[in-house]
């Protein structure tokens, strides 16, 4: 299973659109990127997935490049709600996906 | 509607007195984990089933098993709790095929006194 490496930690004030990089430079060929969201006290939630280019739902965009050696989670105009932690999880399509967290990126949100 | 479902939120257990954390969900999703997540960490698998082979990760203790009797319902049990043992315990629930998103339960937060 491929490493991913994200921010310790991100700032950002309501409205801004907030940008958080993950880098798994050892994906294999078959394997997605996801990313999950969780709040205090509460089980991770599925934010959004790709496997190239740029994927867009209503919550997120994600843009990953042709090398797929990265990848960007892109929050627009976030509000205080969206202060929590996010996890960039590089996961294996072929089969069943095993979850392995990394660390995770700490956004808060000032207003 | 809650898809996956943590009994019970909140437990305490006596140190060394054994302890069963439940989790049911309601997908019928192929495959079950469980993680413990200790504060401002991220969660650490523990264990994980596709159907009803289990898969233990290298890492977790002995004291840490589990149970799968049915496609819906998974078991934690800690057999000897500690101190240390003290975490959210998270179940998770996903189908099979190419990047299914997993689904989590609200956790059971377990203090060891």
């Known amino acids: 299973l491929a490493k991913t490496t994200q921010p310790i930690s991100m700032d950002s004030y309501e409205g801004q659109e907030v940008n958080i990089t993950c880098s798994h430079n050892?994906?294999?060929?078959?394997?997605?990127i996801t990313w999950y969201q969780q709040f205090p006290s509460q089980g991770p939630r599925f934010i959004i997935q790709g496997y190239k280019t740029k994927v867009t739902n209503e919550v997120a965009s994600l843009f990953i490049p042709a090398d797929r050696k990265s990848s960007t989670l892109s929050l627009p105009r976030v509000s205080l709600s969206d202060t929590a932690v996010y996890y960039c999880?590089?996961?294996?399509?072929?089969?069943?996906?095993?979850?392995?967290f990394g660390a995770g990126t700490r956004l808060a949100v000032h207003p | 509607d809650a898809m996956v479902i943590q009994n019970p939120r909140y437990q305490v257990t006596q140190f060394g007195k054994p302890v069963t954390l439940s989790c049911s969900q309601t997908?019928?999703?192929?495959?079950m984990y469980w993680y413990q997540q200790k504060s401002s960490q991220a969660p650490k698998l523990l264990f994980h089933y596709y159907d009803k082979d289990f898969n233990n990760e290298a890492d977790t203790p002995d004291n840490f098993q589990s149970r799968r009797p049915n496609t819906s319902f998974c078991f934690l049990d800690i057999r000897s709790p500690g101190l240390g043992d003290a975490a959210m315990y998270l179940c998770?629930?996903?189908?099979?095929?190419?990047?299914?998103?997993?689904?989590f339960g609200q956790g059971t937060r377990l203090t060891v006194v």
């Open positions: 999880l590089v996961v294996f399509s072929g089969g069943y996906n095993k979850l392995i």
């Open positions: 050892n994906i294999a060929t078959n394997d997605y």
């Open positions: 997908l019928n999703h192929n495959v």
């Open positions: 998770a629930t996903s189908g099979r095929g190419k990047g299914t998103e997993a689904f």
